[in-house]
């Protein structure tokens, strides 16, 4: 979430907190390669001008040269996290790959696993579906505000007794 403004003068203390939070939302902002692509991010940080300004002609060759990657956080069981770094088109099944190899655990033992989601505060946790991207959920989360958090864990099966 972008850190509102102050209507009054702000101390020093006020001043360092608001270029901190800034500095966090930029970052966050950049690091997801559809929001930092997005013409109003790249108008807000300058880098459009009628395909005058290098620094954006840049970004658009340097967006081309390499693939779309986002780095996901995930919660693994331990409780711990770990960051993977996947390509934005992919799906749950090649999340689950990622974190996975990033963990060690062996790639046959995948289909035992899934990721969960769950929002801000809430302990209800909700199965990704095999259709869903998580790099849009993420993206779509950012846009409504919400604190989107992924979860790695074992498929639970649920016989009806």
């Known amino acids: 979430k972008f850190p509102g403004k102050w209507p009054f003068q702000l101390s020093q203390a006020h001043l360092e907190k608001r270029h901190k939070d800034l500095e ?3 970052t966050q902002v950049c690091s997801i390669s559809q929001l930092f692509k997005h013409f ?3 108008e807000f940080l300058g880098l459009t001008n009628g395909g ?28 711990t ?15 689950v790959e990622a974190v996975c190899e990033k963990n060690n655990i062996p790639s046959e ?4 696993f899934t990721i969960y ?11 990704l579906s095999p259709a869903d991207k998580p790099v849009d959920l993420y993206v779509q989360n950012y846009n409504e505000a919400k604190i ?7 498929i ?5 007794n």
Not at 62 to 75: G, H, L, R, T
Not at 81 to 95: L, Q
Request: net charge negative.
């Open 24 to 26: 966090q939302w930029l």
């Open 40 to 42: 109003y991010i790249q």
């Open 52 to 79: 005058n300004n290098t620094k954006a002609d840049n970004v658009s060759l340097d967006s081309k040269q390499e693939p779309d990657n986002a780095d996901i956080k995930v919660f693994l069981p331990d409780k």
């Open 81 to 95: 996290s770990t960051c993977v770094n996947i390509p934005t088109e992919s799906y749950v099944k090649e999340f």
């Open 109 to 112: 033992h995948a289909s035992n």
């Open 117 to 127: 989601k769950t929002y801000g505060l809430e302990d209800m946790e909700v199965a």
């Open 148 to 154: 989107l958090k992924f979860h790695f864990k074992k």
């Open 156 to 160: 639970r099966i649920f016989n009806g």
